[in-house]
């Protein structure tokens, strides 16, 4: 039981990690992606770049929440 618990933590400090809206942004992104791809919207190089511009502005989204001056 031990060994399936440190698995699990494992497991989500390497996905969750730091920033869990990153980790939420990726998935997103993945999911946009695949559904692009399974409607036939896009070729291959129309999916690359749009998954790479999806993760682009789900990175900035995530930095302008994290710097953005907190309200006292």
């Known amino acids: 039981m031990k060994f399936l618990k440190a698995f699990g933590q494992f497991w989500y400090d390497f ?7 990153i980790a939420v ?3 997103l992104s993945l999911v946009v992606l695949f559904a692009a ?5 896009f070729g ?3 999916l690359t770049l749009l998954g790479g511009a999806l993760i682009v502005v789900a ?3 995530s930095l302008a929440i994290d710097v953005r001056p ?3």
Request: hydrophobic share 45%; glycine share 12%.
């Open 25 to 27: 942004a990726v998935v």
């Open 44 to 46: 291959d190089t129309g």
């Open 37 to 41: 791809m399974t409607a036939g919207l």
């Open 15 to 21: 996905i969750i990690g730091d920033d869990w809206k």
């Open 59 to 61: 990175f900035s989204i």
């Open 70 to 72: 907190k309200k006292r």
